[in-house]
């Protein structure tokens, strides 16, 4: 049996609940690259879905890997303390808020978010959650709860946990309103939720990512995440920032809450953090952290010897290349290419995001959701040899996920297949 023959029958054995969205069998990748098995090349704007923030097999993390692969795979937290682990923390301690002083571990986004709800359980002594219309937090029992982006990630799972409360995002070009027109009408809809679901008194934590993600790649008004640091503040509720899709740079700060000069009471992180390796992250304040009582949460894999050497290495690369003003860079490029075919393709109703961290919404004459046009996009970049991915409720939007070591030829190529997969599908 040939090799391609072997693969394609082993594909056949894995689990049918993975959708996907190719059925390219990668060999390696290197920076802003897959290459298959045939040895084709894809120009990777998907990023492992924000994960590869440093490119694939950025040498810098390669490197640190294989010193600490011969030293020490795994030290259980809860036995030992090893180098790698804080030394992720001292570099973390650079780029977080510096109120921000406490570090706990684990390995994927879901188990973070989980993390930051039970610290802020017990930290409030109180017991509900209000999370935001389109947003996703995974994919766990407790964590679809907090999904709202598509009913697929919860549909057939019900009971969900109790306690957790839903408020519309302030996405503007949805409600066809000026962002403070949005950022009012939701803010005030806020409100109403504590004055007739969840009293302020038993609300734990409000979740919000900065910038939606699944849900469309909407970044709300200045006004309103500043608003629900005043509200937060003012009822004793804690402010979780989930920072794993938009956190490490990926939006040009390290950061996406840093654009609306507030400080979160706890963030979660994951995604880029690892350039590839599982590994995530709850951070608060060390009197936040205390509250946490001892041994009511852990894992055995958290803060794993390996992981926290990459990820430690994650933040040394993107530092010493500067990385954050790359992507700054090349997004405004980015964005400034998609207008011009705006321009030429009004179905493209609406361009937004920060720093490489774009989405491109599609609409009918109409103004209805374009799920058809986006995904025939999506396919012609493919056979183009460009990968791109959807979001939103009606997967009518294209997020644009470059690495932040992208270049400006690469940006200019993606361009040039994106304009010619347009000219294909929309005539």
């Known amino acids: 049996m040939s090799d391609l023959h072997q693969y394609e029958a082993q594909k056949a054995k894995l689990s049918p609940v993975w959708t996907h969205s190719t059925q390219i069998i990668v060999d390696h990748g290197k920076g802003s690259w897959l290459y298959d098995i045939d040895g084709k090349a894809y120009l990777d704007f998907t990023c492992g879905i924000g994960v590869t923030n440093t490119g694939h097999c950025h040498p810098t993390v390669v490197a640190a890997i294989q010193k600490q692969a011969g030293l020490l795979l795994h030290g259980q937290a809860n036995i030992i303390f090893h180098k790698p682990m804080l030394e992720l923390v001292s570099e973390l301690q650079t780029i977080v808020p510096p109120h921000l002083d406490g570090f706990f571990f684990s390995n994927s986004g879901a188990e973070a978010v989980e993390g930051a709800v039970k610290l802020a359980r017990h930290a409030t002594g109180r017991t509900n959650v209000i999370v935001f219309q389109g947003s996703f937090h995974g994919r766990t029992v407790g964590t679809m709860t907090l999904t709202t982006s598509k009913t697929i990630y919860r549909a057939g799972y019900q009971p969900l946990m109790p306690g957790v409360f839903v408020a519309p995002y302030p996405y503007a070009y949805r409600y066809g309103w000026s962002p403070e027109q949005t950022s009012e009408w939701c803010l005030q809809e806020l409100k109403l939720l504590l004055l007739s679901q969840t009293a302020p008194q038993e609300t734990a934590a409000i979740l919000i990512e900065p910038v939606l993600g699944e849900g469309g790649y909407v970044v709300p008004p200045t006004s309103f995440m500043q608003e629900l640091r ?40 994951a995604k880029g953090l690892g350039s590839g390796l599982p590994i995530s992250g709850v951070i608060s304040t060390q009197e936040i952290m205390k509250k946490w009582i001892p041994g009511s949460h852990g894992g055995t894999f958290g803060g794993n010897a390996v992981a926290a050497a990459g990820a430690a290495a994650t933040i040394r690369a993107m530092r010493g290349e500067n990385m954050l003003q790359n992507a700054l860079d090349r997004g405004e490029q980015l964005v400034t290419g998609l207008k011009a075919l705006q321009a030429q393709y009004p179905n493209i109703g609406d361009i937004r995001g920060l720093g490489l961290m774009i989405g491109t919404e599609f609409r009918t004459v109409d103004h209805q959701p374009d799920k058809n046009t986006a995904k025939a996009v999506v396919q012609a970049c493919q056979e183009r040899g460009m990968l791109l ?29 994106f304009a010619e997969a347009l000219a294909e599908v929309i005539k």
């Not at 989930?242 to 950061?255: A, K, L, P, V, Y």
């Open 230 to 269: 005043k509200l937060c503040s003012e009822h004793g509720i804690m402010l979780i920032a989930d920072e794993i899709q938009s956190g490490f740079g990926r939006t040009g700060r390290w950061f996406a809450h840093e654009y609306f000069n507030i400080q979160p009471d706890i963030i979660t992180i």
């Open 389 to 417: 991915l959807t979001c939103s409720t009606w997967d009518n939007t294209i997020r644009w996920i470059p690495p932040l070591v992208v270049t400006a030829e690469e940006i200019d190529k993606g361009l040039s297949i």
